[in-house]
T-cell receptor
Framework: KAGVTQTPRYLIKTRGQQVTLSCSPISGHRSVSWYQQTPGQGLQFLFEYFSETQRNKGNFPGRFSGRQFSNSRSEMNVSTLELGDSALYLC????????????FGSGTRLTVV | AQSVTQLGSHVSVSEGALVLLRCNYSSSVPPYLFWYVQYPNQGLQLLLKYTTGATLVKGINGFEAEFKKSETSFHLTKPSAHMSDAAEYFCAVRLNTGFQKLVFGTGTRLLVSP
């Protein structure tokens, strides 16, 4: 059974640009969560989607947004990139995000220059 | 709000020695507890989780953890370290009601020397 797939693995963007990251969850999983990992702040929750609806959102500015498609694939978008957005972005999928565990992808390493 | 404290940002052991990584949590209600491992340039891999039931939880790669409510702890142990155990380990907590985000500790890097 395929795991959680995140694309691309690496990205380099310039300040002010926008970026879209993609996450394909495990087949049958309907919940997708996104986390940001940085050396300074550690792992922080961005948002969670279930059946195309955002159920929960972390404490990030509005520049960070996401969506989920009917096939459960999810994208997150960051607009007007700042140097501080450089991080490893991790996606986690779960059957329902409540009673089952989370499986993480390998992440997308975003570098903003 | 729940939180996690991992004591020691780095732990060094010799190959074959006991591994003990400490995790204390704070939660207003009974929590679900997790240990994840992260290898360089990789995502997080679930080692084990505690939800309900038996307080001693066995995970993959010979790791286990014990949920101690009175001590609000969920320490990770392995009887004999292997070189391949060198990685970063994260303890995480979430509430056991509805959807709740995972709240992670700051991580402990395990170094294993021959």
């Amino acid at each position: 059974k395929a795991g959680v797939t995140q694309t691309p693995r690496y990205l380099i963007k310039t300040r002010g640009q926008q970026v879209t990251l993609s996450c394909s969850p495990i087949s049958g999983h309907r919940s997708v969560s996104w986390y940001q990992q940085t050396p300074g702040q550690g792992l922080q929750f961005l948002f969670e989607y279930f059946s195309e609806t955002q159920r929960n959102k972390g404490n990030f500015p509005g520049r960070f947004s996401g969506r989920q498609f009917s096939n459960s694939r999810s994208e997150m978008n960051v607009s007007t990139l700042e140097l501080g957005d450089s991080a490893l972005y991790l996606c986690a999928s779960s059957l329902d995000g409540q009673n089952y565990g989370y499986t993480f992808g390998s992440g997308t390493r975003l570098t903003v220059v | 709000a729940q939180s996690v404290t991992q004591l020691g940002s780095h732990v060094s052991v010799s190959e074959g020695a006991l591994v003990l990584l400490r995790c204390n949590y704070s939660s207003s209600v009974p929590p679900y507890l997790f240990w994840y491992v992260q290898y360089p340039n990789q995502g997080l891999q679930l080692l084990l989780k505690y939800t309900t039931g038996a307080t001693l939880v066995k995970g993959i790669n010979g790791f286990e953890a014990e949920f101690k409510k009175s001590e609000t702890s969920f320490h990770l142990t392995k009887p004999s370290a292997h070189m391949s155990d060198a990685a970063e380990y994260f303890c995480a907590v979430r509430l056991n009601t509805g959807f709740q985000k995972l709240v992670f500790g700051t991580g402990t890097r395990l170094l294993v020397s021959p």
